[in-house]
């Protein structure tokens, strides 16, 4: 394993008060450069220790699908449990490098939440997502 160079940039510290009650002033740190140990492991990561280690439900969806159809494969392939399609749309779009398949799959998911809190009889919080 190599060493990897950090740059830190400058900045200034606020002021506070410690726990036994000692002002603690403003300062300005100063910029600095050092090297760390490089604490990757070499070669292919283990499914075990992926982040994302949930298997994928295969539904389908593409995002060259007109809206509704795309909808209702996802729906499909969860089997008709709309929770589980919006946060599987919703990991999607958090994982994927595309950027018109996550604005399409972000779109769907708030659909899916949205439709979700309707089924419950709740106000929905989903958040539309931003362009």
Known sequence: M???????????????????GVKVKSAKVDASTFKVKDRGAKGRTPASKRWSPKEWTHT??????????????ALKGHRGDKLATARGLQRLANLTTDKSTRMKAEADSTYFF?????QQGQKSTARTPKR
């Open 2 to 20: 190599g060493k990897l160079i950090v740059h830190r940039d400058a900045y200034k510290r606020k002021a506070y008060i410690r726990k036994d």
């Open 60 to 73: 389908g969806w593409e995002k060259g699908i007109p809206v509704s159809k795309r909808r209702s494969l």
């Open 114 to 118: 949205k439709e979700y809190a309707k």
